[in-house]
Every structure is written in C-alpha cells, then in structure tokens.
T-cell receptor, first 116, second 117 residues
Framework: ETGVTQSPTHLIKTRGQQVTLRCSSQ?????VSWYQQALGQGPQFIFQ???????GRGNFPPRFSGLQFPNYSSELNVNALELDDSALYLC???????????????FGPGTRLTVT | DQQVKQNSPSLSVQEGRISILNCDYT??????FLWYKKYPAEGPTFLIS?????DKNEDGRFTVFLNKSAKHLSLHIVPSQPGDSAVYFC????????????????FGTGTRLQVTL
C-alpha cells in the first residue's frame, strides 16, 4: 500500500508570486483534502476534492484553488502569495463512500512554504 | 471561533505512567472524533477514533473516552513510552448527508507530550 506523498518538500517564494503544490493520494483512496498548518497551530482546512470537484471549503480566499485529476492526485495553487501564507501545507486522503472508518484521513509529510 | 480546544499546550509524564490528553469541543453536530500524533517534519498520523454514539474505544495502549454531555474527550496512553513523545491533535468531523462524505477535519491546537525516562 502506497502512502500519501507530497512535492516539493520545501519551497521558498517571494511575495506576489504563485505556487503549485502536489499530492498523490494513498492507493485506493478517492478523496483529497488540503490543510494549512501555521507554526504552533493545528491544521486548518482549506478545501477537499471528491470526484474531481470541490467538496467543501474552509475560510480561505479564492486565490487558494485546487484541482483533482482522474488518478485522484491533486494540486493546490496559491496566487499572489502573502507573507502570512508561510506555513506547512498538508494533504490528506480518504475513501468515500465507505464505513465510518472512512472518515479517517491519512496525511502526507507536507510541503513547507516560506514566503519572503 | 475555536470549535475544538486543547487547553494544555504541553504535558510531561514518566515512562510507564498514564498519559491523559484532554480535548473540549463546542459543536454538538460533530459525528466523529479522531486523535492524531505528529512528529517534527512529518504529517499527522492517525492514532484512534470514536463515533459520537459511543463513549469509549480502545486500541492496545490507547483508549479514547467521549463525554457528550460535557462535550469532552480524552486520550489515555497506558503505559507511556518514550516513543510516544510527540504533538497530539484532537480532531472532529461532521458527516455530510447529501454527499455521504465528511469534508473537513477541525483540529485543536495540539498538546506536546514528553515521556521522560
């Protein structure tokens, strides 16, 4: 069983630039969720993709956008980067529909984004 | 609005003793609760979960208790081991009836557990 993978591991960008982060879901999983974790905080939900469509969104502006591909991998795009976007970006995969245990989301190692 | 709260930022426990990590929530619509463990430079790892219709779930050294009337859950680790030293996050989820999915995890801010020798 292949776990959740994310790329790149680290990234440094300048304010105003755009960034794309990538995620491959765990084998057999069809749903991908993205989270932002600032230093000292718990992960904050950005959005989720299910069947290649956005399935729920957190309190993030439209410059945060995403895609899910037919193989269930996903991208997170952030435009017009701001200093506050510096954080660990986590991707998690899960399987719907399914038993209650499908609520359990499995996380990748994250991408550390630094905006200067 | 912090719907899931972990009021203890850190906890230190001796090896072999019980570790008790606490979590409070405000949203009575949460259907499912999960605990995640996170080591530095890694993503959170799923540890144990509990449905809102249960009050206890046990898996080896880990037991989660849910008190719905108090909107409180706790994670017990017995016996604690040095490898348990990590940040523990409590999370809650709501099932979306229309899609049969559970779109987001709401996390607490985490408790750093240190198990000493």
């Amino acid at each position: 069983e292949t776990g959740v993978t994310q790329s790149p591991t680290h990234l440094i960008k300048t304010r105003g630039q755009q960034v794309t982060l990538r995620c491959s879901s765990q084998s057999g999983h069809n749903t991908v969720s993205w989270y932002q974790q600032a230093l000292g905080q718990g992960p904050q939900f950005i959005f989720q993709y299910y069947r290649e469509e956005e399935n729920g969104r957190g309190n993030f502006p439209p410059r945060f956008s995403g895609l899910q591909f037919p193989n269930y991998s996903s991208e997170l795009n952030v435009n017009a980067l701001e200093l506050d976007d510096s954080a660990l970006y986590l991707c998690a995969s899960s399987l719907y529909p399914g038993p209650l245990s499908s609520y359990e989301q499995y996380f990748g190692p994250g991408t550390r984004l630094t905006v200067t | 609005d912090q719907q899931v709260k972990q009021n203890s930022p850190s906890l230190s426990v001796q090896e072999g003793r019980i570790s008790i990590l606490n979590c409070d929530y405000t949203n009575s619509m949460f259907d499912y609760f999960l605990w995640y463990k996170k080591y530095p430079a890694e993503g959170p790892t799923f540890l144990i979960s509990i449905s809102s219709i249960k009050d206890k779930n046990e898996d080896g050294r880990f037991t989660v208790f849910l008190n719905k009337s108090a909107k409180h859950l706790s994670l017990h680790i017995v016996p604690s081991q040095p490898g348990d030293s990590a940040v523990y996050f409590c999370a809650a989820i709501t099932w979306q009836m229309t899609t049969g999915t559970a779109s987001k995890l709401t996390f607490g801010t985490g408790t750093r557990l240190q198990v000493t020798l």
